[in-house]
């Protein structure tokens, strides 16, 4: 019997590309017959993580060095922070912060902007691409916005979006404009002046405001329309949205799975539905568990409270083999552009879950080091040595990324973009 995953390409061609480099040196003389040291450092893919649990260590370090992160310049009582950030930046190269407006700005007028600014600092200097999360969402909107009219709140919306997009850009460009818009007019868990709004102006025009004020307010910025609901009515909502003239970068789907691992079929099936858009997919929230499942009748995730939810030797192998096919499968998928698991550590985890790739004392789990081995390993260019020819050419095909060169003491980057074939000359020496 045939299945969708049977058609799930294998050459992974659409990840690689070809790069011919001419090294010169400073004065512009090719190197030809040179031994020349070759590593990739960067996937052009986003493998990305959740960066809440290092804002405090972020603050705190925001000019160290590697090696300060890696334990060596800092106290003992901060070697477990160290470690852990240790082991965050040895997989990830793509950050999310937390900007849910209620917790950034519980006070009108007080926003915790330096905190956040400093911890983006620190994750950019560490070559760590930044998203913010979200700029407008009806859970954990502040209440104080219940306290205002609606014309004035949404004038306060627009402020909040312009404020945050403008102070930050030029560190976090990219960002999740608008969160969970299929169930906003409908959300009644909680009063919140964004799903008054939708009620009274529309979705469509709810889910403007935050893309356009977050454009007008930088114009290079990439926006993203996430949401959970992976049904036919977000399609429905994304048509219309785009229909109305809304431009949207990027489109975001959440797959957390306590409730146990969707398979490769289901999964696909859902990037083929997204993808007919011809935007890029974004796998915003991932989490898989490695304990007992969430029972298949909780319909809400948030109503499931035991009180202790232990990672188990079983389940953790289960989560393993689950997140290697998960992420071959989306890193096969030509218009998947990245992907976030949501927590590295149990001890943080979402609704307690033991879904983090380390335990809460802070050791790996199996699921670590099998997302480790894909990343750095399997979809990884070795680093070697290689000659350049007599024309002082080096050609390097591999996974798309930041490549580096290096010679007597002495390196320049360069890219290798995915689909293409390039040419470029690079400077190798002062």
Same mark, same amino acid.
């Given at each position: 019997?045939?299945?969708?995953?049977?058609?799930?390409?294998?050459?992974?061609?659409?990840?690689?590309?070809?790069?011919?480099?001419?090294?010169?040196?400073?004065?512009?003389?090719?190197?030809?017959?040179?031994?020349?040291?070759?590593?990739?450092?960067?996937?052009?893919?986003?493998?990305?993580?959740?960066?809440?649990?290092?804002?405090?260590?972020?603050?705190?370090?925001?000019?160290?060095t590697?090696?300060?992160?890696?334990?060596?310049?800092?106290? $003992?009582?901060?070697?477990?922070?160290?470690?852990? %950030?240790?082991?965050?930046?040895?997989?990830?190269?793509?950050?999310?912060?937390?900007?849910?407006?209620?917790?950034?700005?519980?006070?009108?007028?007080?926003?915790?902007? %330096?905190?956040?600014?400093?911890?983006?600092?620190?994750?950019?200097?560490?070559?760590?691409?930044?998203?913010?999360?979200? *700029?407008?969402?009806?859970?954990?909107?502040?209440?104080?916005?219940?306290?205002?009219?609606?014309?004035?709140?949404?004038?306060?919306? &627009?402020?909040?979006?312009?404020?945050?997009?403008?102070?930050?850009?030029?560190?976090?460009?990219?960002?999740?404009?608008?969160?969970e818009?299929?169930?906003?007019? #409908?959300?009644?868990?909680?009063?919140?002046?964004?799903?008054?709004?939708?009620?009274?102006?529309?979705?469509?025009?709810?889910?403007?405001?935050?893309?356009?004020t977050?454009?007008?307010?930088?114009?290079?910025?990439?926006?993203?329309?996430n949401?959970?609901?992976?049904?036919?009515?977000?399609?429905?909502?994304?048509?219309?949205?785009?229909?109305?003239?809304?431009?949207?970068?990027?489109?975001?789907?959440?797959?957390?799975?306590?409730?146990?691992?969707?398979?490769?079929?289901?999964?696909?099936?859902?990037?083929?539905?997204?993808? #007919?858009?011809?935007?890029?997919?974004q796998?915003?929230? $991932?989490?898989?568990?490695?304990?007992?499942?969430m029972?298949?009748?909780?319909?809400?995730?948030?109503?499931?409270?035991?009180?202790?939810?232990?990672s188990?030797?079983?389940?953790?192998? &289960?989560?393993?083999?689950?997140?290697? &096919?998960?992420?071959?499968?989306?890193?096969?998928?030509?218009?998947?552009?990245?992907?976030?698991?949501?927590?590295?550590?149990?001890?943080?985890?979402? *609704?307690?879950?033991?879904?983090?790739?380390?335990?809460?004392n802070?050791? #790996?789990?199996?699921?670590?080091?099998?997302?480790?081995?894909?990343?750095?390993?399997?979809?990884?260019?070795?680093?070697?040595?290689?000659? $350049?020819?007599?024309a002082?050419?080096?050609?390097?095909?591999?996974?798309?990324?930041?490549?580096?060169?290096?010679?007597?003491?002495?390196?320049?980057?360069?890219?290798?973009?995915?689909?293409?074939?390039?040419?470029? &000359?690079?400077?190798?020496?002062?």
């Amino acid at each position: 019997m045939t299945t969708i995953a049977d058609s799930v390409p294998t050459s992974l061609d659409h990840r690689r590309g070809r790069t011919t480099v001419t090294v010169v040196d400073g004065s512009g003389t090719l190197i030809p017959h040179t031994d020349i040291l070759l590593e990739q450092v960067r996937h052009a893919f986003g493998f990305g993580n959740i960066g809440f649990d290092l804002i405090d260590f972020a603050n705190e370090h925001a000019t160290t060095t590697d090696d300060a992160v890696a334990g060596s310049s800092v106290t $003992t009582s901060d070697d477990n922070n160290a470690a852990f %950030a240790q082991e965050w930046l040895s997989l990830f190269n793509m950050a999310t912060l937390p900007f849910y407006w209620a917790r950034f700005e519980p006070t009108p007028g007080h926003p915790d902007t %330096a905190r956040l600014l400093a911890a983006a600092r620190w994750f950019k200097s560490h070559d760590v691409s930044v998203k913010g999360h979200p *700029l407008l969402w009806h859970t954990l909107a502040p209440r104080w916005l219940m306290d205002v009219t609606e014309t004035q709140a949404e004038s306060a919306m &627009r402020a909040r979006i312009k404020r945050e997009v403008e102070e930050f850009a030029g560190v976090i460009d990219h960002w999740d404009a608008i969160n969970e818009s299929v169930i906003l007019p #409908r959300f009644t868990a909680e009063t919140n002046a964004v799903t008054r709004l939708a009620q009274s102006q529309g979705r469509v025009e709810t889910v403007r405001l935050a893309f356009d004020t977050a454009r007008a307010a930088n114009p290079q910025a990439r926006l993203v329309l996430n949401d959970f609901d992976l049904s036919p009515e977000y399609e429905h909502v994304i048509s219309e949205c785009l229909d109305a003239g809304i431009q949207i970068d990027a489109i975001g789907l959440q797959t957390h799975m306590h409730q146990g691992y969707r398979g490769e079929d289901e999964i696909w099936e859902i990037l083929e539905r997204f993808a #007919r858009f011809g935007l890029p997919l974004q796998m915003t929230e $991932t989490s898989l568990v490695s304990g007992d499942l969430m029972p298949a009748h909780i319909v809400d995730l948030n109503d499931f409270a035991p009180a202790d939810w232990p990672s188990t030797a079983q389940g953790e192998a &289960r989560q393993a083999a689950e997140i290697t &096919r998960h992420y071959r499968n989306l890193f096969a998928h030509p218009s998947v552009e990245s992907v976030t698991y949501w927590g590295l550590s149990d001890a943080t985890a979402w *609704l307690g879950a033991p879904s983090g790739l380390l335990r809460t004392n802070g050791s #790996r789990k199996p699921a670590f080091d099998a997302i480790h081995d894909l990343i750095k390993s399997e979809w990884w260019h070795p680093a070697g040595v290689q000659r $350049t020819d007599e024309a002082g050419r080096l050609r390097v095909q591999g996974f798309a990324g930041t490549y580096r060169m290096s010679h007597r003491g002495v390196s320049a980057d360069f890219a290798v973009e995915a689909g293409h074939e390039k040419h470029l &000359r690079v400077v190798l020496g002062a």
